[in-house]
């Protein structure tokens, strides 16, 4: 492990830093929720703006939008944000509660996973024109979502610790494959080739490095206990583990390899 740097507390989500090193952290109770902007070469707060109380998911594009997912009992829908000013640029409204979001390497195009007791599916969005470009369907307990470097496919991580790639232009799954635990979150190397699932509770808890040109876990590292997510560094040699609890928060940076053995 490199660091641990100091987050709030309640940590939700986080999305990938961007090039500059900055990373938006989404933190906060039913009550009220918060986005906060740090450094991480400093572990400074830079921003900190209130978002909705549904907020519960974060991606950050290269194009400079910030989409927060948002949920409710009964309803989803995506807020696109100005990644610099926090402005609204956008607001989509989706077929059920969100539950994890990706932006394909386009920077533009939106995989979002939403979900409710009756349906899972992921929903494709065009961030420009806030269309919906297609929907296909899931499996029902999928927790999170990444997109293919060349967006021909995404892999949806379930809570059973399940990896199921889709592919994105007939919607049907390629390949299905376990992990090896219950599935929490699920983020890839910036160019492809390598999945980082964070499986576990809130006692104990593991990162699975997966192939994705095997379909199989090449290894195994730790991960705190309360890991609540991951997020990559663009050059794909640091992962970050988000830790969040009702006490406290923190972003754990670990060192990775950047290719697949």
Do not use: C
Not at 20 to 45: P, Q
Not at 224 to 247: K, N
């Amino acid at each position: 492990m490199a660091a641990v740097l100091a987050a709030p507390k309640e940590v939700l989500a986080a999305a990938d830093p961007e090039p500059d090193g900055l990373m938006w952290v989404l933190s906060g109770s039913a009550r009220a929720k918060t986005l906060t902007s740090i450094d991480l070469s400093s572990g400074k707060v830079l921003a900190s703006l209130g978002v909705s109380r549904a907020a519960g998911s974060l991606a950050a594009s290269s194009t400079g939008l910030l989409a927060v997912g948002l949920a409710t009992a009964t309803a989803g829908a995506v807020e696109l944000l100005n990644v610099t000013t926090g402005a609204e640029q956008g607001f989509v409204p989706v077929g059920a509660p969100v539950r994890s979001l990706a932006f394909g390497a386009d920077g533009t195009t939106l995989y979002v996973l939403d979900g409710d007791a009756a349906s899972t599916s992921v929903t494709v969005v065009d961030s420009v024109s806030d269309r919906i470009l297609a929907t296909f369907g899931q499996p029902h307990d999928a927790v999170g979502i990444v997109a293919d470097p060349s967006q021909r496919s995404v892999w949806t991580l379930d809570r059973s610790g399940v990896v199921e790639q889709t592919s994105t232009s007939t919607g049907r799954p390629t390949s299905v494959f376990p992990t090896g635990g219950p599935g929490l979150a699920i983020t890839e190397s910036p160019s492809g080739g390598l999945l980082y699932v964070l499986e576990g509770g809130s006692s104990v808890s593991r990162i699975a490095v997966v192939s994705t040109a095997k379909d199989s876990v090449e290894r195994v590292l730790p991960a705190a206990a309360r890991s609540v997510g991951l997020a990559v560094s663009p050059s794909g040699g640091m992962l970050y583990d988000l830790v969040g609890a009702p006490g406290y928060g923190n972003i754990q940076e670990i060192p990775v390899r950047t290719n697949a053995s």
